[in-house]
Each structure stands twice: as structure tokens, then as C-alpha cells.
């Protein structure tokens, strides 16, 4: 019987308006992402941020606070403690560079509900006046293909009912989204699509590695 390897990578994303991935951040968001290594099937398992955490010189604290206080090696450290794992691979990402890989992918498709639908448009007008960007609004139900911007928004919604977990979910939806589309892509493409985003991560994973991830 063969057995079946995952290889676990911490996604940290952090609440930083410009690519800076020094300690003081916190990472607002804390995802696992799980890939059989036989059939690169890729799951994606949310911490949510104010789970209480004991984070070696600080004691009992939300785990959000770890990349503040030791950046993403004390992070990684009290996911492995407190979570009996084992990560040594991780990417730090500041979240608005979720709307460059979700053009790059050319949108992803997701259902907006009417609550969603509610806010979302709130977060496009303040996602386009920070970018310069003339997103649609979104005005009623149904599924929709959500440019950058427009899946930022819906992935920044916090008040509709579950709270942040219900956020925490969007946010994997977006992302597995946008890990389906990439997978489509040829080698070329999928080229031009790191050169893009790499210069906004901060990874101790080789492009390579992404690559045949």
C-alpha cells in the first residue's frame, strides 16, 4: 500500500498596504495549504486569526500576533507547536496582491449572495480609489466573473452572518479559485504569471518549486 505524502505550506497574509514583510505586520490572514503529493489535489485549511495561541516569549496571545512579534519564522513556529505540524515552507503575501494574481488568471467565477451583495460594493469604491481602478459594481445575486478588484472586495466581507469565519471562507474561495485557473495554464503563461507576482510575495519556496507544485 503506498503512502500518500502532503506537502504543507503556510499562506501569511498580511495586513500591510505595501509589500513590507517585517516584523510589526500582523498576518490578518493565516491559511494552510495542503497538496497531495500523488495527485496534487490542493485543500486549503483557514486558522482564524484571533484563535488564542501560546506563542513561545509571549505567552497566550492571538496567533495573528505572531508575525508582528517574530515574523514568519515565529509564526510557522507556533502553528507547528500549538497545531502538531510540521511546516517549513511558507508565503507571506500582502492581500491586495490577491487582485493582481486574480487578473492574471483572467477573473475567477463566484456565486455573490444578496447579503453579500449588500457590502461588496462598499470595498470595490474604496478598492478603486486606492488602485485607480473603474471596477463594476455588483448590484444583484447570481454568479458572477470577478475581476481583481471585485474578488478583493468579496473576499474583504466581514459582515454578513458567520463573521469572519464566513470571510475566512470567501477567501478560500477566491484563492482555489484562482489555483484552478492557474492550473489550466500553459508553461508560458504560467511563467509570466509568477514574474508577476513574485516581486510581491516574500517565500522561502523557489520558483521552481511553485512551478511543479
Given amino acids: 500500500q503506498n503512502l500518500v505524502t502532503y506537502r504543507n505550506i503556510a499562506l501569511l497574509g498580511i495586513d500591510a498596504r505595501e509589500d513590507t514583510f517585517e516584523k510589526g505586520n500582523r498576518s490578518d490572514c493565516i491559511m494552510i495549504i495542503s ?19 501560546q506563542i513561545d516569549g509571549y505567552g497566550l496571545d492571538k496567533v495573528t500576533h505572531a508575525y508582528s512579534y517574530g515574523g514568519a519564522k515565529l509564526a510557522l513556529d507556533t502553528l507547528n507547536k500549538n497545531l502538531d505540524l510540521n511546516i517549513s515552507e511558507f508565503v507571506a ?6 487582485r493582481t494574481a486574480v487578473d492574471c488568471v483572467g477573473g475567477v467565477n463566484i456565486e455573490v449572495d444578496s447579503q453579500e451583495v449588500k457590502y461588496i460594493n462598499g470595498y470595490i469604491n474604496a478598492l ?25 472586495a468579496y473576499s474583504r466581507i466581514r459582515y454578513t452572518e458567520g463573521g469572519d469565519y464566513k470571510r475566512a471562507e470567501r477567501m478560500r474561495e477566491v484563492l482555489m479559485a484562482s489555483f484552478n485557473k492557474a492550473k489550466s495554464m500553459d508553461l508560458g503563461k504560467l511563467n509570466s ?3 508577476t507576482i513574485l516581486p510581491h510575495i516574500y517565500t522561502n519556496i523557489q520558483k521552481n518549486e511553485i512551478i511543479k507544485s
Fill in 93 to 98: 503575501i500582502n492581500f491586495d496582491t490577491v
Fill in 35 to 53: 497538496i497531495n503529493e500523488s495527485t496534487k489535489e490542493v485543500k486549503i485549511l483557514s486558522v482564524y486569526r484571533d484563535t488564542y495561541l
Fill in 128 to 152: 478603486n480609489s486606492q488602485f485607480g481602478t473603474k471596477s463594476a459594481n455588483i448590484t444583484t445575486p447570481g454568479t458572477y466573473a470577478l475581476d481583481g478588484v471585485q474578488a478583493l
Fill in 193 to 195: 504569471l509568477l514574474d
